[in-house]
T-cell receptor, first 112, second 113 residues
């Protein structure tokens, strides 16, 4: 099935560092979502973006909806150990109802 | 306020068997979507149920079927299990058409041996 491309695939960072990751698609989306998944849990919604060019923050997280509508970016500032997990982007499609196509994930590991 | 609950949490089945996974949506939600997440991959859309009918389906074979009950809970059935069906199966609920995202359960880990 279709999946969006996320990069980097994984990253190790030091506590306190800023993190950047992105998600690209060959298709246009009208909505982008970012989720975080902890081991043994389902994904939890972090940020939703509804408009091209939109920049939205949620605490230390900032996400942007690319102007081409084919990409999105997530930044985490001043990372802490609990930021460890897998981050997924998801693009929304509509075919009578809404469904989400997920990215391949970025695995984040924070070194204390 | 309970979120999305799934059962069982873990399951081991033999190739060729059939399995049923269950999901109760978050209180107030009426739409249930099912996703398959293989190890190291993102979730893949299986299908979505609303008003007890399948509303949209992903690229999965007919061995995958579902049902939604009047109380909005849902079941995912998989027949003739293959080794490749081993995955985390996630249930997600939403209100209406899911325009503002889903709430996910913790999933059922299915292992086919």
């Amino acid at each position: 099935g279709q999946q969006l491309n996320q990069s980097p695939q994984s990253m190790f960072i030091q506590e306190g560092e800023d993190v950047s990751m992105n998600c690209t698609s060959s298709s246009i989306f009208n909505t982008w979502l970012w989720y975080k998944q902890d081991p043994g849990e389902g994904p939890v919604l972090l940020i939703a973006l509804y408009k091209a060019g939109e920049l939205t923050s949620n605490g230390r997280l900032t996400a942007q909806f690319g102007i081409t509508r084919k990409d999105s970016f997530l930044n985490i500032s001043a990372s802490i150990p609990s930021d460890v997990g897998i981050y997924f982007c998801a693009g929304q499609t509509y075919s009578g109802t809404y469904k989400y196509i997920f990215g391949t994930g970025t695995r984040l590991k924070v070194l204390a | 306020d309970a979120g999305v609950t799934q059962s069982p949490t873990h399951l081991i089945k033999t190739r060729g068997q059939q399995v049923t996974l269950r999901c109760s949506p978050k209180s107030g939600h009426d739409t249930v979507s099912w996703y398959q997440q293989a190890l190291g991959q993102g979730p893949q859309f299986i299908f979505q149920y609303y008003e007890e009918e399948e509303r949209q389906r992903g690229n999965f074979p007919d061995r995958f079927s579902g049902h939604q009950f009047p109380n909005y809970s849902s079941e995912l059935n998989v027949n003739a299990l293959l080794l490749g069906d081993s995955a985390l199966y996630l249930c997600a609920s939403s209100l209406g058409d899911g325009q503002y995202g889903y709430t996910f359960g913790s999933g059922t880990r299915l292992t086919v041996v």
